[in-house]
């Protein structure tokens, strides 16, 4: 009887002491290491970054990252009411304004990107001064009437006003002036154009006047 009972207890000890390493094992075998798949970053830059103007073909170029896969598709849209899915696109606003450009990529997971936008801004096209003159050589200083051309182009408006300065303190609002130098001497002669929008172009030429024989 008190064999049995010895038997008993040491089995019972056995069992305890099993059953504590079943309980280790399984709960060590339930610790998995989960990693969360990264979204990417969407971003891009473009040329011509200053300068824009309604006749401007703008270059955009994709530089989104993806730390853990591969980017797979681009939604852009231009602030105007048009879009575009290329990786790399180009576009040309007509109207003048700020233009919101928004890029959202997705990854290779179907992960989409938070949204990347940078404002730009166009401007009406300025007018183009250009000018001739006439004699360009042998000018002489209290002798030769110079006969200047005006010779721009308008951009988005017609030219409206014209500002000449000779470089000997004389100026001309007239289109197309004439003007005697009275010193020898190099001068800048600069044209200023405006237009109907108020944008405005130079020219500038330096012009050589030589002394009386």
């Not at 990417?40 to 730390?67: G, K, L, Q, W």
């Not at 790399?88 to 450009?101: I, S």
Request: with cysteine; charged share 15%; proline share 4%.
């Amino acid at each position: 009887m008190g064999r049995n009972n010895s038997n008993n207890m040491k089995a019972g000890v056995i069992a305890i002491v099993v059953c504590a390493i079943l309980i280790a094992v399984s709960f060590s075998g339930c610790v998995q290491e989960q990693v969360a798949n990264k979204i990417p970053v969407a971003s891009f830059t473009y040329t011509p970054m200053e300068n824009i103007y309604t006749d401007t073909e703008i270059a955009f170029t994709d530089t989104s990252t993806d730390d853990d896969g591969t980017i797979a598709s681009w939604s852009w849209t231009f602030g105007d009411d048009t879009t575009s899915t290329e990786q790399n696109p180009t576009h040309v606003y007509t109207t003048v304004g700020e233009y919101a450009v928004t890029l959202i990529v997705t990854d290779n997971d179907g992960n989409a990107s938070e949204p990347y936008t940078a404002t730009i801004t166009v401007s009406f096209v300025p007018p183009t001064a250009d000018y001739t003159y006439d004699p360009m050589v042998n000018i002489t200083a209290n002798v030769t009437m110079i006969t200047f051309t005006d010779t721009s182009t308008a951009g988005d408006a017609n030219i409206t006003s014209w500002m000449w300065d000779f470089g000997d303190d004389m100026n001309s609002t007239e289109q197309n002036p004439t003007h005697l130098y009275t010193v020898a001497g190099d001068y800048t002669v600069t044209l200023t154009v405006t237009d109907a929008n108020g944008e405005v172009g130079t020219k500038s030429v330096t012009i050589t006047v030589e002394e009386a024989a």
